[in-house]
């Protein structure tokens, strides 16, 4: 299993350092456009192996696309990340552009290839790709709602006071500020509803915190965050790797699923070797329905700026 990580920077060497740490693929090819760039974190990262036990080669290279030729997936992490005080979609000016070659590169090396997005405003640059590309729609991802998820369950667990493997939760829509749907109304502690311990004011509470969750880390860390944006890429790449079959919530193309289409927006997929293997349409209640369309309504607005 050959994996690419385009863009070597803090969520591409996250990503990377994840996938070989979970020891699942037996080559990650990282590339950046920075001279060395890639070939210096593929080094540094390849002298963990020994010290954390994995198997995964991986090497780097500057902007030599024949070196990714028969990857089986590929993310895309290039471009640039918001700094405090920026919107994901104030990114589309510079980003366009890079996803858009960057994706039509790796398909040209590697026609067969799943692709995972996640430059921002990520599910516009997933639009974009499907745009560039036109590979089928099961094989184009876009993540945040993975990330999204997992901060909607530390919320959560720092809510309830419990472990955080004791809690389950979900989070759709768009990944921006605003567009997300942290479904409270099934989050759950160990199967109980998460509502039989938290007030309505309370659970509100942990849903507008997960809505920020990035801007939080944005505005403590100067640039957007990177260890679980590489978690949660990783976590993808090993569900398609191994055929899992787990569900996600991702970015895909809509195509009259939830009444929507020629939009990626966020919702629960699952997730196996051949990429997308089928969409989840769970039933939503009108204010969760009200919710998304708001979110919908925004990507569609950063979508007319393509
Ligand atoms: N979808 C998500 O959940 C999520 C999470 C975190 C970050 N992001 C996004 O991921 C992107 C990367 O974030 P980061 O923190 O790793 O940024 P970073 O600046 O650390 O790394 C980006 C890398 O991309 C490289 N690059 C730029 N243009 C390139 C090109 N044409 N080809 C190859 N490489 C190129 C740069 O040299 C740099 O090393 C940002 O757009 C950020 O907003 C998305
Ligand atoms: O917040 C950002 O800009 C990066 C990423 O989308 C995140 O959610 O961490």
């Known amino acids: ?8 920077g ?38 963990t192996a020994s010290l954390n036990g994995f198997d995964t080669k991986i090497t780097g290279v500057t902007n030599d696309y024949s070196k990714t030729a028969g990857s089986h997936i590929a993310v895309i992490t290039s471009g640039i990340p918001r700094k405090p005080g920026m919107t994901r979609e104030e990114l589309i000016g510079i980003n366009a552009g890079i996803v858009k070659s960057v ?27 499907h745009k560039a590309t036109g590979l089928p729609k099961h094989r184009i991802i876009g993540m945040g709602g993975a990330l999204d998820s997992a901060r909607f369950k530390y919320r959560l667990a720092e809510a309830l006071g419990a472990p955080i493997s004791d809690v389950d939760g979900m989070v759709i829509g768009g990944h921006s500020d605003t567009g997300m749907v942290p479904l409270t109304r099934l989050a759950t502690r160990n199967s109980v509803p ?8 309370r659970l509100n509470q942990v849903l507008e915190d997960t809505k920020v969750g990035g801007a939080t880390l944005t505005k403590l860390l100067g640039t957007s965050a990177w260890y679980a944006p590489g978690a949660a890429v990783s976590g993808l790449v090993q569900a398609i790797a191994c055929d899992q079959k787990k569900i996600f919530p991702c970015s895909v193309l809509l195509d009259g699923e939830y009444g929507l289409s020629d939009l990626c927006i966020g919702v629960p997929v699952v997730l196996g070797s051949k990429g997308i293997e089928k969409i989840v349409e769970i039933d939503l209640t009108d204010a969760e329905k009200e919710h998304m369309q708001k979110s919908v309504e925004g990507v569609k607005a950063t979508n007319d700026l393509l």
């Not at 299993?1 to 070597?8: E, I, P, R, S, Y």
């Not at 803090?10 to 760039?37: H, M, Q, T």
């Not at 090396?109 to 599910?123: K, Q």
């Open 194 to 201: 998460a509502s039989e311990f938290l007030s309505e004011d």
């Open 1 to 8: 299993m050959k994996v690419t990580v385009v863009g070597a």
């Open 10 to 47: 803090a969520v591409g060497a996250s990503c990377a350092e994840y996938i070989a740490i979970k020891n699942f693929a037996s080559e990650v090819v990282l590339l950046d456009i920075k001279e060395g760039f890639a070939e210096g974190k593929a080094m540094d990262l390849m002298q």
């Open 103 to 129: 994706a039509e590169s790796i398909v040209k090396e590697s026609p067969e290839v799943i692709l995972i997005v996640v430059s921002n405003p990520m599910d516009t640059m997933t639009y974009l790709a």
